[in-house]
Structure formats: structure tokens, C-alpha cells
Nanobody, 126 residues
Framework: QVQLVESGGGLVQPGGSLRLSCAASGSIFSINNMDWYRQAPGKERELVAV???????TYLDSVKGRFTISRDNAKNTVYLQMNSLKPEDTAVYYCTMTIGTPLYSGSAQYSFKDYWGQGTQVTVSS
């Protein structure tokens, strides 16, 4: 069983900052990509940032230069540092990870699957 738990959302004024965290727990062999998505009311979910297992990052154009994704492999955790926040950044933010887990307890074979966090609300408003 793998679980992703997010934290760090909240209400912030325009121009402010927030740092989101997402920690994975359970029987984890390794983690490949770690991503952040967001979904605003009435809009489709969009990919905000990606960090690969090798540390390469990509960003949604509208957040480039303001958001930074990072990971701590020892803690199975991904972060999203959000600076210069704008009202249009208001959304529920979700983390997702591609995680390899043993096929069964004690197995040396594993399979990869995408796991999602529960989501955390970010509201940017004065």
C-alpha cells in the first residue's frame, strides 16, 4: 500500500509565497517522475511542474520563473515552492508520483504505477 500525503496549502495574498509538500509512504522500491497538477473551479486539470528521477524539471509556461519543483529522495518527498502568487494560481493542487512497488511481499520483482495525493487548496486573494 502506497499513500501520498500533501500539505502546505492555504490562503495567501497576491505576491505572496507558499510551499507545498507531498510525502509518499509504504512499500516503495523507487520513484521515477514526481509531478504537480492543479485544477481551478470550472477548468480542466493542468500539469504545473515535473521533476524526473534524474532531477530534470519542466514547468507550465504561466508559472516559469515563479514556481520551483524539487525532491528529496531520502524522504520520498516532492516540494513546490510558489512565489509571486497571482489570483489565477488559485486551484486545488495535486501531487502524483510514478512509484515502483514489489509485486508481492518479499518479491525482488516490482511494477510501476501512478499514485495521487488527496489535493490541497491554494487560494490567492486579497
Amino acid at each position: 500500500q502506497v499513500q501520498l500525503v500533501e500539505s502546505g496549502g492555504g490562503l495567501v495574498q497576491p505576491g505572496g509565497s507558499l510551499r507545498l509538500s507531498c510525502a509518499a509512504s509504504g512499500s516503495i522500491f523507487s520513484i521515477n517522475n514526481m509531478d504537480w497538477y492543479r485544477q481551478a473551479p470550472g477548468k480542466e486539470r493542468e500539469l504545473v511542474a515535473v521533476i524526473t528521477g534524474g532531477g530534470r524539471t519542466t514547468y507550465l509556461d504561466s508559472v516559469k520563473g515563479r514556481f520551483t519543483i524539487s525532491r528529496d529522495n531520502a524522504k520520498n518527498t516532492v516540494y513546490l515552492q510558489m512565489n509571486s502568487l497571482k489570483p489565477e494560481d488559485t486551484a486545488v493542487y495535486y501531487c502524483t508520483m510514478t512509484i515502483g512497488t514489489p509485486l508481492y511481499s518479499g518479491s525482488a520483482q516490482y511494477s510501476f504505477k501512478d499514485y495521487w495525493g488527496q489535493g490541497t487548496q491554494v487560494t490567492v486573494s486579497s
